[in-house]
C-alpha cells in the first residue's frame, strides 16, 4: 500500500485537509485496511505534486484524527483501531446566535440560578400561572435592564414577553387587520416575513442605502399607501449589518410623525453596540413600540423579550393580546433573568459575549476576501457579497457541500427580484474560534475559486 494516492480532490478546501479526508474515506471504503504502510511524506509530495509541507501538515491532521500511527523508521500505518469515519460535522452557520465563550460561564450560572430556585419560598407560585405581561418585580428588572438604551423609563411602560417572536407577533395582530399593508426594509428578518404572512398582511419594501431606510422613501411609500405600520430595525440590522445614524434616525422619526405612523422597533441586538445611537423609542416614545431581547445578548434558552409600549397605552388590551398568542412568559426563565439582572451576572455575560463577538468578527475580516463583507463590529452575523458568478442559492449549497451552512439573502428579501449576490453568515453558532476559523476559510475559497465546473449557477 506504500503507493497509495488520493483520488481527485475537491476545490474549495485546503489541500492539507482535502488529502486527510480522502485517507478517511479510503479507510472507511477497505481501501485502506487497518496496518496498511503508507508513503513517506515525500513520496506522496513528489506523486502528487505538491509542497513536501502540505503532506506532512495531512500526516498530522490523520494522526489528530486517531486514524494514522507513525513508527519510527518504519513508516506510518493506518491505525489497527480506525474505522468507518463518521460523516463530515456539518457547521451550522445559519442561526443567528451569541457565542457562549468560555469566560461568560453561562453554563455554571444558569445551574447556580435554578438551584436557587429550588430554594425560593414562592416557588410554588412560579410554578403557576403569572401575568401576562409580568409581575411587577420583573417588569422593573427589565425597565433597569433598558435604562442605559432609554433614560427615565418608567416600569409601567415595560412588558415582560416570552420572546421577541412573540412580542412581534402580538403587535402584527394589535395593529394591522388581515390584507393590510407593513412598511420595512427591501431586506428584513426572517421571522417578520413568516408573521406577517400568517396574519395575512402584505409586505411593502421601502428603499434604503448604506445608513439604512431612507427618510423621503418611507414618506413616499406612506402616502402612497394606506400602510400606516413600520418595522425597523435600526442597529445591527439583520440581515444586512447597519446601523443607523443619529440623523437617519431622526429622519425617520420626523416622517412618522409628520404622515401619523407607528414604529415597530426590533432592537434585538441594541444592548450589543456599545456604543451605540439611542434606539428610536428614546427619539419618539409616544409612537414607537420597542422590543428588547435577551436571545442574542445572553441566550436564546430564556425566551425572555421585553415590550416598551408608548404612554398612555391600553394596556389591559396590550395583555391581553399577549395572552392570547403566548399566555405568559416562562416563570422559571423571568425569574433567571430578573436575578441575573439584579445580581450584575447579566451584565457580565453581556460582556463576555461581546467581547467574544468582535474577535469573531475580526477573525472574518481576515479571512473573507477584501471587502466582501458588511457587517457591525460587535455583531453576531456578517452579510456576505458573492463575486459573480455565484448566486446565494448556489452558494447556499456549495458552501452546505463544503460542510457550512449559510443562509440565502432571498430568504430576507421581501419583494421579488432577480437572484440576489448574498449570504447571511451566523458567527455565534461555531462552538470555538478554531472551528469558526476552518468553516470561514472554506466559504473564502468558495469565493475565490468560484464554482465547480459542472455547477449550473444561472
Same mark, same amino acid.
Given at each position: 500500500?506504500?503507493?497509495?494516492?488520493?483520488?481527485?480532490?475537491?476545490?474549495?478546501?485546503?489541500?492539507?485537509?482535502?488529502?486527510?479526508?480522502?485517507?478517511?474515506?479510503?479507510?472507511?471504503?477497505?481501501?485502506?485496511?487497518?496496518?496498511?504502510?503508507?508513503?513517506?511524506?515525500?513520496?506522496?509530495?513528489?506523486?502528487?505534486?505538491?509542497?513536501?509541507?502540505? !503532506?506532512? =501538515?495531512?500526516?498530522?491532521?490523520?494522526? $489528530?484524527?486517531?486514524? !494514522?500511527?507513525?513508527? +519510527?523508521? =518504519?513508516?506510518?500505518?493506518?491505525?489497527?483501531?480506525?474505522?468507518?469515519?463518521?460523516?463530515?460535522?456539518?457547521? #451550522?452557520?445559519?442561526?443567528?446566535?451569541?457565542?457562549?465563550?468560555?469566560?461568560?460561564? &453561562?453554563?455554571?450560572?444558569? $445551574?447556580?440560578?435554578?438551584?436557587?430556585?429550588?430554594?425560593?419560598?414562592?416557588?410554588?407560585?412560579?410554578?403557576?400561572?403569572?401575568?401576562?405581561?409580568?409581575?411587577?418585580?420583573? =417588569?422593573?428588572?427589565?425597565?433597569?435592564?433598558?435604562?442605559?438604551?432609554?433614560?427615565?423609563? #418608567?416600569?409601567?411602560?415595560?412588558?415582560?414577553?416570552?420572546?421577541?417572536?412573540?412580542?412581534?407577533?402580538?403587535?402584527?395582530?394589535?395593529?394591522?387587520?388581515?390584507?393590510?399593508?407593513?412598511?420595512?426594509?427591501?431586506?428584513?428578518?426572517?421571522?417578520?416575513?413568516?408573521?406577517?404572512?400568517?396574519?395575512?398582511?402584505?409586505? %411593502?419594501?421601502?428603499?434604503?442605502?448604506?445608513?439604512?431606510?431612507?427618510?423621503?422613501?418611507?414618506?413616499?411609500?406612506?402616502?402612497?399607501?394606506?400602510?400606516?405600520?413600520?418595522?425597523?430595525?435600526? %442597529?445591527?440590522?439583520?440581515?444586512?449589518?447597519?446601523?443607523?445614524?443619529?440623523?437617519?434616525?431622526?429622519?425617520?422619526?420626523?416622517?412618522? =410623525?409628520?404622515?401619523?405612523?407607528?414604529?415597530?422597533?426590533?432592537?434585538?441586538?441594541?444592548?450589543?453596540?456599545?456604543?451605540?445611537?439611542?434606539?428610536?423609542?428614546?427619539?419618539?416614545?409616544?409612537?414607537?413600540?420597542?422590543?428588547?431581547? &435577551?436571545?442574542?445578548?445572553?441566550?436564546?434558552?430564556?425566551?425572555?423579550?421585553?415590550?416598551?409600549?408608548?404612554?398612555?397605552?391600553?394596556?389591559?388590551? @396590550?395583555?391581553?393580546?399577549?395572552?392570547? %398568542?403566548?399566555?405568559?412568559?416562562?416563570? &422559571?426563565?423571568?425569574?433567571?433573568?430578573?436575578?441575573?439582572?439584579?445580581?450584575?451576572?447579566?451584565? #457580565?455575560?453581556? %460582556?463576555?459575549?461581546? /467581547?467574544?463577538?468582535?474577535? /469573531?468578527?475580526?477573525?472574518?475580516?481576515?479571512?473573507?476576501?477584501?471587502?466582501?463583507? $458588511?457587517?457591525?463590529?460587535?455583531?453576531?452575523?456578517?452579510?456576505? +457579497?458573492?463575486?459573480?458568478?455565484?448566486?446565494?442559492?448556489?452558494?447556499?449549497?456549495?458552501?452546505?457541500?463544503?460542510?457550512?451552512?449559510?443562509?440565502?439573502?432571498?430568504?430576507?428579501?421581501?419583494?421579488?427580484?432577480?437572484?440576489?449576490?448574498?449570504?447571511? @453568515?451566523?458567527?455565534?453558532?461555531?462552538?470555538?474560534?478554531?472551528?469558526?476559523?476552518?468553516?470561514?476559510?472554506?466559504?473564502?475559497?468558495?469565493?475565490?475559486?468560484?464554482?465547480? !465546473?459542472?455547477?449550473?449557477?444561472?
Amino acid at each position: 500500500m506504500s503507493d497509495w494516492t488520493p483520488p481527485a480532490l475537491p476545490p474549495g478546501v485546503p489541500l492539507y485537509r482535502a488529502i486527510a479526508d480522502a485517507m478517511a474515506t479510503d479507510i472507511g471504503s477497505g481501501a485502506l485496511p487497518p496496518g496498511a504502510r503508507l508513503p513517506t511524506h515525500r513520496a506522496l509530495a513528489e506523486a502528487m505534486g505538491v509542497d513536501l509541507t502540505t !503532506v506532512t =501538515r495531512a500526516y498530522a491532521e490523520a494522526r $489528530a484524527r486517531g486514524l !494514522v500511527e507513525a513508527a +519510527t523508521g =518504519r513508516g506510518t500505518f493506518v491505525a489497527d483501531h480506525a474505522r468507518k469515519p463518521p460523516p463530515p460535522v456539518e457547521l #451550522d452557520l445559519s442561526m443567528n446566535l451569541p457565542p457562549q465563550p468560555a469566560s461568560a460561564n &453561562l453554563a455554571a450560572r444558569l $445551574a447556580r440560578a435554578m438551584a436557587g430556585l429550588t430554594r425560593r419560598p414562592d416557588l410554588s407560585q412560579l410554578l403557576n400561572y403569572q401575568p401576562s405581561g409580568g409581575g411587577e418585580g420583573d =417588569r422593573l428588572a427589565g425597565a433597569r435592564w433598558l435604562s442605559g438604551r432609554i433614560p427615565d423609563l #418608567d416600569p409601567a411602560r415595560v412588558l415582560v414577553t416570552g420572546g421577541a417572536q412573540a412580542c412581534l407577533t402580538t403587535l402584527l395582530t394589535q395593529h394591522l387587520a388581515w390584507g393590510e399593508e407593513l412598511m420595512t426594509d427591501p431586506f428584513t428578518y426572517s421571522g417578520l416575513r413568516n408573521a406577517a404572512s400568517m396574519r395575512g398582511l402584505y409586505a %411593502t419594501p421601502v428603499e434604503g442605502d448604506g445608513l439604512g431606510m431612507r427618510a423621503d422613501a418611507l414618506a413616499l411609500v406612506a402616502r402612497n399607501t394606506r400602510s400606516r405600520v413600520v418595522y425597523l430595525t435600526p %442597529t445591527i440590522h439583520n440581515p444586512t449589518g447597519i446601523t443607523m445614524p443619529l440623523d437617519r434616525r431622526q429622519a425617520l422619526v420626523e416622517v412618522a =410623525r409628520q404622515e401619523n405612523l407607528t414604529i415597530i422597533e426590533d432592537d434585538a441586538y441594541g444592548m450589543l453596540a456599545d456604543p451605540g445611537p439611542p434606539p428610536l423609542v428614546a427619539l419618539a416614545p409616544e409612537r414607537v413600540w420597542h422590543i428588547s431581547t &435577551l436571545s442574542k445578548c445572553l441566550t436564546p434558552g430564556l425566551r425572555v423579550a421585553y415590550l416598551v409600549v408608548p404612554p398612555g397605552s391600553d394596556l389591559p388590551m @396590550v395583555r391581553t393580546h399577549l395572552r392570547a %398568542t403566548a399566555q405568559m412568559a416562562p416563570p &422559571l426563565s423571568v425569574a433567571v433573568a430578573t436575578g441575573w439582572i439584579e445580581d450584575g451576572t447579566a451584565q #457580565d455575560i453581556l %460582556t463576555a459575549i461581546r /467581547r467574544e463577538a468582535m474577535e /469573531r468578527q475580526q477573525m472574518a475580516r481576515r479571512l473573507l476576501p477584501l471587502g466582501s463583507m $458588511a457587517a457591525h463590529p460587535q455583531g453576531h452575523h456578517i452579510w456576505l +457579497t458573492l463575486p459573480p458568478p455565484w448566486t446565494d442559492r448556489h452558494f447556499a449549497q456549495a458552501a452546505r457541500r463544503a460542510g457550512a451552512t449559510v443562509i440565502p439573502g432571498t430568504a430576507f428579501a421581501m419583494a421579488p427580484e432577480p437572484p440576489p449576490r448574498y449570504v447571511r @453568515v451566523g458567527l455565534g453558532a461555531a462552538p470555538d474560534q478554531p472551528s469558526l476559523s476552518r468553516a470561514l476559510e472554506k466559504l473564502a475559497a468558495l469565493m475565490r475559486h468560484g464554482p465547480a !465546473v459542472e455547477e449550473d449557477v444561472v
